[in-house]
């Protein structure tokens, strides 16, 4: 089959739509530059273990650095959450300041997402990534939510509620049209970064709640490509057999599998499924207008229990976001950060069952000279 026939045939929707089942995605992957590059580096898991160096570097010229000789970018978030409540109060304080500063810069990139066009009236923010799925993030979150209250912005940072390694697969249900819940009960994921590929079977409990709020991953499988560093048609391949495996698990299970994929991927994902920029981690060139990944699984992968393989690929920090959906129904408008290589973002606004809060431009509160008549 011609490729243009197969992307015609990849999906139930378009990809990296702008318009899906409960919201609309106002923006995603926004690139910002400073004078020092991209601001999302300011807050990216690299960010913090550059800042906690920093504050090291007196104690080590010293002689008197807790941390030995471990490079910062080798200590594990476990250990340093360990730190955060240990008995060691010189390395307990060298964390603490390194959560400062880097809450800090989560401010200063933040308050600049919310002077954007695109961002204006944001209400809450979740943020996820792997630098959540630690206490020390969650404490940099608190404290950037209050440097932004104290400065007079009106929103709420909260962590992402699931896993974000669950999110990034529980989200791609929002992907999918609604009629698929009624006839199924799970759907296959794949969660795409620039070091781990995630698949999974993602189970909806859609009769359980039908906002989707008790979807859980039953079975995930990952693969670490960057210690094997595949060409991209492999990583194509081995994505594939992951998938097959899946399937057949999910029917030893006896679950009613949706003849569907959603996939979470880095970049500007076009309509047709090809990546416009921003998959430069990923194995091998998916920029190039020659390849198309929905296309390529569906000529791996065409049918799911008898039915035509549908395929609908976007952003992955909007998918991240999407996991959130149902616990968002209480303000309209609303985005994500995701930290981790790089800082992930995407701006939504509920299409239906949101109750709108009084929100103001930027998510900035009003002072009395905003009050005024003219």
Partial sequence: MATDELVKTTGIAQHGASRLPS???????????????FLGDRASKGAFREILEEWRKPLRKSGEDPFGDEPSDKISKKALDAVLVGDNTEATAVVHSAIEDFAQELAYVTRRFLKTKAWAKTECIVVGGGFRASRLGEVAIARAEIILKSEGFKVDLVPIRFDPDDAGLIGALHLAPSWIFEAYDSILAVDIGGTNIRCGIVETRWKKAPDLSKAVVFKSD???????????????????????????????????????????????????????????????????????????????IPEIGGHDTAIVMHNDGVVQGLSEVPFMQDVERWGVLTIGTGLGNARFTNRRNGKVRDSTENGKKKGKDNNKND
Wanted: hydrophobic share 40%; charged share 30%.
């Fill in 23 to 37: 919201v609309d995605v106002d923006s995603f992957n926004i690139e910002i530059k400073d004078d020092d590059g």
């Fill in 222 to 300: 990952l693969w670490r490509h960057a210690d094997d560093e595949p060409s991209r048609e492999a990583a194509v391949k081995r994505l594939v057999k992951m998938l097959e495996g899946l399937i057949e698990d999910a029917e030893a299970e006896g679950f009613k599998l949706a003849p569907f994929i959603g996939i979470a991927c880095p970049g500007v994902i076009n309509a047709d499924g090809s990546i416009e920029k921003g998959a430069q981690n990923l194995p091998g060139n998916w920029e190039s207008s020659k390849f198309n990944l929905p296309a390529s699984l569906i000529e791996g």
